[in-house]
């Protein structure tokens, strides 16, 4: 099968395109038929070795974990999809990626595809979507009223992170440059602060949650705009727990643990319009080059995708 891979950490001259056999199904896995994968910061963060303390791996390596497409063959205990099923599903982490023509998963990080989605747009979902259901739905249980501060409104993450604390009726301020102040606003975002020509910490104060996706600094001045027992939530580092103990605001910090029964609870809201994904950018598989090079800007508007079939 066609697929992209690496065979040694580096930059984006390390991604091979060519032939690689096809997976091997063990007995809970699908394979899966690839239509469209897509790119998150991770793939160019494993590719150049930034993660090797935490996941070792076996080259040739194929990066990617993100996936829609069509069961092409069942393992002997799988027992809820067959062939022929339209799903998606962020495959774990350990394994093989999807920037191929097929991937092997453990059925239980698999789900049927939201029908109102093409693959491309149902490949933009799993990673990015599941990373903000966690944070909004299930760590910060985000109730109606509250007030929820969304870094980087515009990325990947962001754009459901918006959406879902939407959904379940919080007030969101997000930050993004200007060029995506209107993008944000049609995801519904309330506040929207142009990160270049506003500081957010002295603008905002007494917020319920803070999700930050950024790190550094953003995560430093995030605790200013916090109301006490307010929560700091990031996907990026640990937050400083001596300064939240000061302030009297709790954090979480994790990293995702995919779930096919979560991604089917969020492809629920999907297909009642209440989250879409947005894809900014699709390039075909041969061009996983370009897509890292976009996704490494860190300016990428949405979700990038990689059109496999
Ligand atoms: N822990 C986990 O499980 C987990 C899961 C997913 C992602 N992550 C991490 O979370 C981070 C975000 O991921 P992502 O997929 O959302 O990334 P992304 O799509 O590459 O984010 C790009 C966005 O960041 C915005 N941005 C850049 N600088 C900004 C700033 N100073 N303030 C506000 N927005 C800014 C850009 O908007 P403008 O062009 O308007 O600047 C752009 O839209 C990455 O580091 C990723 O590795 C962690």
Known sequence: MKAVYIQNYGGRDQLMYGDLPKPEVGDNDVLIEVHAASVNPVDWKIREGYLQKFLTYEFPLILGWDVAGVVAAVGAKVT????????????????????????????????????????????????????AWEAMVEIADVKPGQKVLVHAGAGGVGIYAIQLAKAFGAHVATTVSQRNVEFVRTLGADEVIDYNARDFSKELSGYDVVFDTMGGDVQEKSFQVLKKDGLLVSIVSQPNAEKA???????????????????AKLGQLIERGLVRPVVGAVFPLQDAAKAHELSESHHARGKIVLSIR
Request: a positive charge.
């Open 245 to 263: 103990k000061q302030l009297g605001v709790r954090l979480a910090y994790f990293f995702l643990q995919p779930d096919g029964e979560k991604l």
């Open 80 to 131: 809820r999809f067959r062939v022929g099923d339209e799903v998606f599903s962020r495959p774990a982490i350990e394994r093989n990626g999807s920037y191929a023509e097929y991937i092997a998963v453990d059925e239980r990080l698999v789900a049927r595809k939201p029908k109102n989605l093409s693959f491309e747009e149902s490949a933009a979902v799993p990673l990015a979507g599941l990373t």
